[in-house]
């Protein structure tokens, strides 16, 4: 019985590693998709949409970070305590209004193209969009080895 016990645990220690890998690889992602459309858009694009890019992707990779951050120190506490996680919800709401009041204040004072700031902060979905075509195309490729 201790063995089976023993498989739970080192089961979810595995995902719990390929989660942490998944989450860093999400990010890497994330950056490189931020700095490639950055320096495309240095190249052909006026300097405000460059400026909206840079703004959003910065944001947005921030508030991957902070949500990240949170989430793990909630479970964290979660797991030691027995506790049930509690994420205040204050720290949810600042992290967006902070955002919310970058994007605003770079769009009032005209420092950079809204919809590029809009179109900078949606870089985890490319990223996680990456993610699914690599997972998927692991997932075909161990099928066929397997056959």
């Known amino acids: 019985m201790n063995e089976i016990a023993d498989s739970g645990a080192l089961d979810g220690e595995v995902a719990s590693e390929n989660a942490s890998a998944m989450a860093e690889r ?3 992602v994330m950056i490189w998709t931020v700095a490639a459309a950055v320096l495309l858009s240095a190249v052909w694009m006026p300097w405000r949409v460059t ?8 944001l947005s990779l921030l ?12 479970f964290a506490l979660s797991a030691n ?3 049930r996680p509690k ?7 600042t ?11 770079a769009s009032w004072l005209d420092i950079a193209s809204l919809t590029a700031m809009l ?5 985890f979905v490319v990223a996680a969009l990456a993610e699914g075509f690599m997972q998927t195309y692991f997932v ?8």
């Open 63 to 74: 508030n991957h970070h902070w949500m990240r951050t949170a989430i793990v120190a909630a």
């Open 95 to 105: 992290r967006y209004f902070i955002v919310a009041v970058a994007v605003a204040a």
């Open 51 to 58: 400026a909206g890019l840079f703004i959003g992707g910065a």
């Open 81 to 83: 305590t027995g506790a």
């Open 140 to 147: 075909i490729i161990h099928r066929e080895e397997t056959k």
């Open 26 to 28: 999400l990010f890497r």
């Open 87 to 93: 994420l205040k919800i204050v720290r949810f709401i």
């Open 119 to 123: 179109v900078g902060l949606c870089s």
